[in-house]
């Protein structure tokens, strides 16, 4: 299993895949370890989740150049995301016992309620593109609920993958309430059927989620999937077009463009389209991407050279299908998965940049005659996950976002983004199931109904 930096395509570190028995091995250590962790209190779990916020911090700009390193992320938002972490570790450290009370039911029995009981070993298929975050959504809420867990991380970012392994472990946690392991996708489908797996967490694509639903299913094993999105953001005739394109770009840009709730396609209305384009372009252009560890990038490479040529397929053959580039939509010579920021115009179904997801900095311009036809177009994809609309009437556009767009997070005047505070996840192909706040924590927990005559 090879680290390669994106931007020299020159290998970091090599790691040794572990061995069926190894796996086999790390396993059953977690699932022992479970008996006990089960037990303890959350001010015990707590105070351990809070250590581990401490280190999150320290180590911020240390783990930034990992990510850097390994996928490419901007030293800047590198640190923002281990904030993050840290943000999230401390969340469920301080709430984490108040969602898990115990539910008080009225009956006509002498006392009834609900107890939220633990699972068990938890397994978390994870991607490169948030190689911290995406990890540590998951990891505070269950094991401060009394779970543990096995991480399967990204075959590309094995050096994340074991740092925060070692994170787990300098916060005090017991050496087998979390452990990572550094396996192929052809294994995952052994490890979620071993019987000390009670459920799985797969943040990653479309396919790979079927897969892993497929597999759990049949297993009768409880999933929680977030997938891909190709997220609409609707410009209606009244927004600030100056600012919906500031935080449109912002919103397409972040990572590179590799992300599930990055926007994507930018649904304009007619009156406001050539404004907007205008004030669109110029923000995309404003863009700088080169080196990840050069303060002055604004955007890094794409993770790997395979993803940023598969990307540039999509646009070419979104342009033989009749879309236009504005701006970019060519490799650039020089080393490295690098891709201009790329505004494509002329956008319509049955084109790559209508139909799939675009993993990338990749816009698509989508012009309708008004806000029906904005609202129709944004429903008529096979994800879910986020979209936005941008307004200068608040109540017209929390109407739109709570009634009539099909998304599982939706947001006014502001690009979509994942917050502890807030659950977090889709519907149709971008998956099911909830991470984040109250919602995300009682994912991987027994419900159980207590009831004493």
Partial sequence: MKSVNPVTGESIQTYESYSEKGV??????????????????????????????SLLKTKKEELARLMALEMGKVLKEGIAEIEKCAWVCDYYAQNAESFLENEVIKTEASKSYVSYQPLGTILAVMPWNFPFWQVFRFLAP??????????????????CAMAIEELVRDAGFPENVFRTIL????????????????????TGSTPAGKSVAAIAGSELKKCVLELGGSDPYLILKDANLEKAAKICASGRLLNAGQSCIGAKRFIVVDDVYPEFLEHFT??????????????HSTMGPLARVDLRDELHQQVVKSVSKGAEVILGGEIPHRKGAFYPPT??????????????????????????KDEEEAIKVANNTVFGLGAAIFTKDAKKGETIAETQLEAGCCFVNDFVKSDPRLPFGGIKESGFGRELSVHGIKEFMNAKTVVVK
Avoid: C
């Fill in 282 to 295: 110029h923000e995309m252009n404003n863009a700088y991407f080169g080196d990840p560890t050069d303060s």
């Fill in 24 to 53: 086999e091995k790390i396993i059953n250590s977690v699932d022992k370890t479970w008996h006990h962790w089960r037990s303890t209190s959350f001010v015990h779990r707590g105070r351990r989740m809070q250590n581990l916020s």
């Fill in 142 to 159: 269950t094991l401060m609920a009394g779970n543990t867990a096995v991480l399967k991380h990204a075959s590309n970012v094995p050096g």
């Fill in 343 to 368: 505004i494509l115009e002329n956008v319509q179904a049955g084109m790559p940049a209508y139909d799939e997801e675009l993993f990338g900095p990749v816009a698509s311009v989508i012009r309708v």
């Fill in 183 to 202: 396996i192929g996708s052809n294994q995952v489908e052994k490890v979620i059927r071993h019987q000390a797996i009670k459920g799985v967490s797969l």
